[in-house]
């Protein structure tokens, strides 16, 4: 017996239609179309886009589709990852994930006055460590004074001194 897919395909052909004319009509994509033709089924990511994809291709064929449906089953029984329902998430909930779902499930107030309680211990814990007059000591342990030596290149020149005047003097002429 030809499987679902060689069905679909024989009937498509013998129609006259294109995968572009169907996948207008079904608006499945072409490449899904082909694959279904092909029975490549892990194209699809769970059984019932594969099953709601038969469905629609054979209606557009002017098939009835529950024959091919409970063909399809008996194909998709072989394959273990379309056999059972699909997993409702891929993993385990992180610490993340818990601690998201838990915020989300706080009001607005409450998370406005999480977030004040939070800003006023960082504000207060801050001040404490910039305040420490010990820090600073720490911070100057094991460092030398020194003195910078650096040279003066002999093309550069220097602006002198005004000259010093007396004590008494108002430095203007009379």
Not at 26 to 49: N, S
């Amino acid at each position: 017996m030809p499987t679902v897919g060689e069905q679909l395909r024989a009937r498509r052909e013998a129609m006259g239609l294109s995968l572009q004319d169907l996948a207008g009509v079904t608006k499945i994509r072409a490449d899904l179309l082909h694959a279904l033709e092909e029975g490549r089924y892990e194209q699809f990511t769970a059984p019932v886009y594969v099953k709601g994809s038969v469905r629609s291709y054979a209606q557009a064929l002017k098939l009835d589709p529950a024959p091919l449906l409970r063909q399809l089953d008996a194909e998709l029984s072989g394959d273990l990852r379309l056999s059972g329902p699909p997993p409702l998430s891929p993993n385990e909930p992180t610490i993340l994930d818990k601690a998201l779902f838990h915020i989300a499930r706080l009001s607005w107030t409450q998370v406005l006055l999480g977030l004040a309680v939070v800003l006023s211990l960082g504000l207060w814990l801050g001040e404490r460590i910039l305040r420490d007059p010990a820090r600073v000591e720490r911070a100057l342990q094991g460092m030398r004074p020194s003195v910078y030596k650096g040279t003066v290149p002999p093309t550069m020149h220097t602006l002198s001194l005004p000259p010093v005047r007396p004590a008494g003097s108002s430095g203007v002429s009379p």
